[in-house]
């Protein structure tokens, strides 16, 4: 295939993530393997797809099947491995189903956040094999806990050197701790078998979590390897500070933020201050009043009050006309008294005198009660309203 092959860690401390492998080609599995074989496992690599953005699992150049995209997304460790042009491999179980009659096979491969390792060894340097959990003695190292806290999580690939009757680990120049008991013992062995095979270097991988660091490494017999350096680094910061070299010859040093500061000396908004949460969040606890005078107000809105009922229509009017416009005016003015007004007295009519007068005119006729044509004689009615005011019988 032309790349060279980056061995993966299949596991961490015997722990491994098992990723089931979809179209398999069994024609190629029943031509190397045999079905009554209950489980094998297999090297194999892992090539990148890059049409459906998953893995072609290949064995001895053949493919055998596939790792899902959204399975191999949950690796992006490994794609620094494909972009330095190198072959990740790693193991992968085989098992007969004889309920299906098929081949099952699943990749192993370890937790996202230790899949690869974030360092590089030098050339030639031989790697001991992943196996047993070794722990660290970090109290004996000259690494801060802060320093720790900053490898952690992740994978490393520490020198071994042997001292005396024990053997100490080294990372980037410094020590990392030491060992006791059986386990310093077991290390010395492995150390004096690897060098007598010709290793001019000895390493062995080790994990940092949350500032507990641990070998994982096995006897040189089970087959040591050759772990090529990677061009693409790691971008995640090894230490609390970085040292900046400027075209001028002019230097600059940077230190992370948590690691500068102590925690009681931030600036913290007073616990009378409104607080805001872009998510939507609770108020925290390192926030909250520090007495009871200075509680925290209840933001919950409180519940909208239950609607009024709406008011029952109005019923609607009957459209069918029980009397005629003129009945009503004439039961109306049936009863009509024109009142007297005393600045009216004599023989001359008021302003309003002349308007009710009119009216009432007006209503007779539309009543049909019997008039002198169009032409009325004002004269006439003049007389008989003055006298209906004044109450005098009106001469004819």
Known sequence: MGLQRYPLSPAIWGAGEEIRLTHVVQAALFTDFDANRATSYIDVDLEANPLTGSWRVRYNGA???????????????????????????????????AATGQFDVAVILPPTQLAVPRNDTPAGAWVLPPGDMMVIDTAAGEFSAEELEMLSPGQWLVALHRIADTVVAVYDGRVLGGFTGDDALDLVEFVE??????????????????????????????GPVL????????????????????????????VE????????????????????????????????????????????????????????????????????????????????????SWSGAGDYLTEVEKVQLRRQQRAQAASGLETEG???????????????????????
Not at 67 to 86: C, G, T, Y
Not at 374 to 396: K, N, S, Y
């Open 63 to 97: 493919v055998i099947g596939t790792v899902p995209a959204e399975d191999r997304a949950r690796f992006p460790d490994i794609e620094r491995v494909h972009k330095s042009l190198l072959r990740p491999g790693t193991t992968a179980e085989l098992r007969f189903n």
């Open 193 to 222: 078998e690897a060098t007598a095979l010709g290793a001019p270097e000895v390493y062995a991988r080790t994990v940092l979590i949350d500032a507990m660091a641990a070998l994982d490494v096995a006897s040189p017999g089970e």
């Open 227 to 254: 772990v090529p350096a990677l061009s693409v680094p790691d971008t995640r910061p090894r230490r609390p500070w970085s040292v900046v070299d400027f075209p001028d010859g002019s230097w600059a040093v940077t």
């Open 257 to 340: 933020h948590d690691y500068a500061t102590d925690p009681d000396e931030e600036v913290k908004p007073l616990h009378t201050a409104r607080y805001v949460s872009l998510t939507g969040g609770d108020r925290p606890a390192e926030m909250a009043a520090p007495t009871e005078i200075f509680g925290i107000v209840d933001d919950t809105p409180a519940p909208d009050p239950d609607p009024e009922p709406a008011p029952a229509p109005a019923p609607e009017p009957d459209p069918t006309p029980t009397e005629s416009f003129a009945d009503l005016h004439s039961a109306r003015l049936a009863g009509f008294a024109p009142q007297h």
């Open 374 to 396: 169009h032409h009325r004689a004002p004269d006439r009615t003049l007389q008989h309203f003055i006298a209906e005011r004044d109450g005098v019988t009106p001469a004819d």
